[in-house]
């Protein structure tokens, strides 16, 4: 049982280098979400999406975009990396985006910008 | 979107000791989520409550959503080494098409 699955664990980017953090499930969750967590400052919303082909911008959008061509796939990525843009992120999956159903997340990509 | 305070920010106590931890919020949710994070690892669901006034008892752990919808708390009964983590609540907000936000977490250390 994968679960919900991120790569990579770790990345160091230069400012201004773009990259694409991988998120993948195997639950057939509708749901995916992406999270950055900072200290003192929770999980704040980056995208989601609430089915293939379906996406929408969260509480912190700017700098990063997403796609869902496929239920088991939600990738992120960073156009044009900032230093304001280390963080830990994670991947969320749930059955429905309607909070009543738990949120299943990835283990989380540590990512530096130099 | 609404949020969440939880407190205390960070809890060191004796294994042993009881605990809890709040999470309050001005505005109403239509249901509230606790989360257990362990470094290193993504947060990991222990409860849901969904009606005003509800108890749901997890073991050690014991969670109550407010009577008004606006609060819940977290009390760990005889905390264990294994209970230490980031504790995070997390609402679902009726204006934000029910979707969660998660307050800011309290860290908690049990020594042994």
């Known amino acids: 049982n994968a679960g919900v699955t991120q790569t990579p664990k770790f990345q160091v980017l230069k400012t201004g280098q773009s990259m694409t953090l991988q998120c993948a499930q195997d639950?057939?969750?509708?749901?995916m979400s992406w999270y950055r967590q900072d200290p003192g400052m929770g999980l704040r919303l980056i995208h989601y999406?609430?089915?293939?082909?379906?996406?929408d911008q969260g509480e912190v959008p700017n700098g990063y975009n997403v796609s869902r061509s496929t239920t088991e796939d939600f990738p992120l990525r960073l156009l044009s990396a900032a230093p304001s843009q280390t963080s830990v992120y994670f991947c969320?999956?749930?059955?429905?985006?309607?909070?009543?159903?738990?949120?299943?997340f990835g283990s989380g990509t540590r990512l530096t910008v130099v | 979107t609404q949020l969440l305070e939880q407190s205390p920010q960070f809890l060191s106590i004796q294994e042993g000791e009881n605990l809890t931890v709040y999470c309050n919020s001005s505005s109403v949710f239509s249901s509230l989520q606790w989360y257990r994070q362990e470094p290193g690892e993504g947060p990991v669901l222990l409860v849901t409550?969904?009606?005003?006034?509800e108890v749901k008892k997890l073991k050690r752990l014991t969670f109550q959503f407010g009577d008004a919808r606006k609060d819940s708390s977290l009390h760990i009964t005889a905390a264990q080494p294994g209970d230490t983590g980031l504790y995070l609540c997390a609402g679902a907000d009726m204006e934000y098409g029910n979707k969660l936000v998660f307050g800011a977490g309290t860290i908690l250390r049990v020594k042994s």
């Open positions: 639950m057939n969750h509708e749901y």
């Open positions: 969320a999956s749930s059955y429905s985006g309607q909070g009543h159903y738990g949120y299943t």
């Open positions: 999406s609430v089915g293939a082909g379906i996406t």
């Open positions: 409550v969904v009606t005003g006034g």
